[in-house]
């Protein structure tokens, strides 16, 4: 358990709970028990929280609030579909469409249905359609050499690419890799999203994998960043989105074996 | 952190059969008013947007009263409403401030930690300050008092990255209010052995 892992583990127990007993921090929890440092800054960390948790809650409430809250809802409700169309229940089931007195009864029972209709289609596509992923482009470099490990190290299930065949219908490989992969796999299970990875390793016998996720929410650059945005343990990393999916590439090596892979990118003119 | 559920956090009773329960808006807002408004000033750090929120929540709440079908469920219900309301105002993206990464806590005498009277106004920057992926993971667990698995399921999100937005939005925290003690301390200790020194 390297020291960034432990600091993790230490960070998601609450103190007071049976949180060590949970199996992601079994291995804290071995740690803990065979060294006293860690175990003095578990504590540390711990007093801490406590002190944070009770000043968190201590916020000074308005007087009059409940009245105020119940005074203005009952007024507020008779527009209330205002409120609830804006709306910060997107999941739950519709309320009813707006009525308006005077509009014509089958007007009003053809909006009816079209809602009706509208919402059973928008709730199936909520059902079926693949959750995007939410991430922030650090914590994604940081996954990202996770996955190349765990691809690394475990057997995978790759599957070769047919000859000729560059990349997947509906994972680009990204236009700057200047190497034809030679395989790919279905890392959904690995990165919980949806997402493939491309074996980049060359004849050389250098390492590299692209990852190609799509419905992917992140910020990222729009283009390779040039040098690697994260580089520990021997791998550089960078991400980029580009043709509508994310892009992270991974690369046991240096800053030149990163470069490498990428074709040079034309610095953007002066603004 | 679940044992000191004030009067305001306790849970309406009633029916748990799954038919409709008798939860009027009244006792919502008697049993939950003060925690929801907590929980959104320190989403909102302001006031004013604190009290919008509470009221918004409890709007949709009214609307949506009918889909409460477990009255345990009516605190972490609430929650959800709020915290939906809270995103859809905020649109903008910001990235951690790193500055607090290179922070050690291991180089924190114990007494600064045992002693620290928190700072409610430094506090209040230091949540604001985070972006509100970390932020509310954060308020999930001091607020909520929720486990890392559970924040993971609330959010759908996968444990590991919950972890590390966690780990991340604490050492954050531990920067913005331990290094000015530190410093404090620091500054008292130099003028101490100035003086001792006669100079």
């Given at each position: 358990m390297d020291q960034i892992d432990l600091r993790k583990a230490m960070d998601a127990c609450r103190s007071?709970?049976?949180?060590?007993?949970?199996p992601e921090l079994a291995p804290l929890a071995e740690h803990l028990a065979s060294d006293s440092a860690s175990r003095r800054l578990f504590d540390c960390l711990l007093r801490f929280d406590r002190r944070i948790s009770g000043a968190i809650r201590d916020v000074p409430v308005p007087a009059g609030l409940a009245e105020r809250i119940l005074a203005r809802v009952p007024i507020a409700s008779g527009n209330s579909n205002e409120a609830a169309s804006n709306?910060?229940?997107?999941?739950a089931p519709c309320p009813a469409p707006v009525t308006e007195p005077n509009r014509r009864r089958m007007g009003r029972r053809g909006w009816m249905l079209a809602t009706v209709a509208a919402s059973v289609v928008v709730a199936v596509s909520f059902v079926l359609w693949p959750r995007p992923t939410e991430l922030t482009a650090d914590e994604l470099l940081s996954h990202g050499g996770e996955w190349a490990k765990q691809l690394w190290k475990q057997p995978t299930n790759w599957t070769p690419l047919a000859a000729g065949q560059r990349e997947l219908p509906n994972y680009p490989l990204a236009a700057p890799i200047v190497v034809s992969p030679s395989r790919w796999a279905d890392v959904a299970r690995l990165s919980e999203s949806n997402a493939v990875a491309y074996d980049l390793t060359t004849g050389g016998g250098q390492r590299a994998i692209l990852f190609v996720i799509r419905e992917a929410e992140i910020e990222c650059n729009p283009t390779p960043p040039i040098s690697p945005q994260s580089s520990t343990e021997g791998l550089m990393i960078g991400c980029w989105r580009a043709q509508g999916v994310v892009y992270v590439l991974v690369v046991d090596g240096d800053e030149r074996s990163y470069k490498s892979l990428l074709k040079s990118i034309p610095a953007p003119p002066f603004a | 952190m679940a044992d000191d559920a004030s009067a305001e956090d306790r849970l309406p009773v009633g029916d748990?059969?799954?038919?409709?329960?008798?939860?009027?808006l009244p006792r919502l807002v008697a049993d939950h008013a003060a925690v929801l408004y907590r929980y959104a000033y320190r989403l909102t750090g302001s006031v004013a947007d604190a009290e919008d929120l509470t009221q918004q929540t409890f709007l949709i709440a009214h609307q949506?009263?009918?889909?409460?079908?477990?009255?345990?469920?009516a605190r972490g219900w609430l929650f959800a409403v709020l915290r939906r309301a809270y995103l859809k105002s905020q649109r903008m993206t910001r990235r951690l401030p790193?500055?607090?990464?290179?922070?050690?806590?291991?180089?924190?005498?114990?007494e600064i930690v045992d002693e620290l009277i928190v700072d409610r106004e430094l506090l209040r920057a230091a949540i604001d300050e985070l972006p509100d992926p970390y932020k509310l993971v954060l308020m999930s667990f001091?607020?909520?008092?929720?486990s890392y698995r559970e924040i993971a399921e609330q959010f759908e999100l996968p444990v590991g990255t919950v972890m590390s937005r966690l780990s991340r939005a604490k050492s954050h925290l531990r920067f913005r209010l331990l290094e000015p003690e530190c410093a404090a301390v620091a500054d008292r200790r130099t003028t101490a052995s100035r003086q001792q020194g006669g100079v």
């Amino acid at each position: 358990m390297d020291q960034i892992d432990l600091r993790k583990a230490m960070d998601a127990c609450r103190s007071g709970s049976e949180d060590l007993l949970l199996p992601e921090l079994a291995p804290l929890a071995e740690h803990l028990a065979s060294d006293s440092a860690s175990r003095r800054l578990f504590d540390c960390l711990l007093r801490f929280d406590r002190r944070i948790s009770g000043a968190i809650r201590d916020v000074p409430v308005p007087a009059g609030l409940a009245e105020r809250i119940l005074a203005r809802v009952p007024i507020a409700s008779g527009n209330s579909n205002e409120a609830a169309s804006n709306d910060a229940f997107d999941d739950a089931p519709c309320p009813a469409p707006v009525t308006e007195p005077n509009r014509r009864r089958m007007g009003r029972r053809g909006w009816m249905l079209a809602t009706v209709a509208a919402s059973v289609v928008v709730a199936v596509s909520f059902v079926l359609w693949p959750r995007p992923t939410e991430l922030t482009a650090d914590e994604l470099l940081s996954h990202g050499g996770e996955w190349a490990k765990q691809l690394w190290k475990q057997p995978t299930n790759w599957t070769p690419l047919a000859a000729g065949q560059r990349e997947l219908p509906n994972y680009p490989l990204a236009a700057p890799i200047v190497v034809s992969p030679s395989r790919w796999a279905d890392v959904a299970r690995l990165s919980e999203s949806n997402a493939v990875a491309y074996d980049l390793t060359t004849g050389g016998g250098q390492r590299a994998i692209l990852f190609v996720i799509r419905e992917a929410e992140i910020e990222c650059n729009p283009t390779p960043p040039i040098s690697p945005q994260s580089s520990t343990e021997g791998l550089m990393i960078g991400c980029w989105r580009a043709q509508g999916v994310v892009y992270v590439l991974v690369v046991d090596g240096d800053e030149r074996s990163y470069k490498s892979l990428l074709k040079s990118i034309p610095a953007p003119p002066f603004a | 952190m679940a044992d000191d559920a004030s009067a305001e956090d306790r849970l309406p009773v009633g029916d748990s059969t799954g038919a409709p329960i008798d939860l009027d808006l009244p006792r919502l807002v008697a049993d939950h008013a003060a925690v929801l408004y907590r929980y959104a000033y320190r989403l909102t750090g302001s006031v004013a947007d604190a009290e919008d929120l509470t009221q918004q929540t409890f709007l949709i709440a009214h609307q949506k009263l009918s889909q409460l079908r477990e009255p345990a469920g009516a605190r972490g219900w609430l929650f959800a409403v709020l915290r939906r309301a809270y995103l859809k105002s905020q649109r903008m993206t910001r990235r951690l401030p790193l500055a607090g990464s290179a922070f050690e806590i291991e180089s924190v005498p114990d007494e600064i930690v045992d002693e620290l009277i928190v700072d409610r106004e430094l506090l209040r920057a230091a949540i604001d300050e985070l972006p509100d992926p970390y932020k509310l993971v954060l308020m999930s667990f001091y607020f909520e008092d929720l486990s890392y698995r559970e924040i993971a399921e609330q959010f759908e999100l996968p444990v590991g990255t919950v972890m590390s937005r966690l780990s991340r939005a604490k050492s954050h925290l531990r920067f913005r209010l331990l290094e000015p003690e530190c410093a404090a301390v620091a500054d008292r200790r130099t003028t101490a052995s100035r003086q001792q020194g006669g100079v």
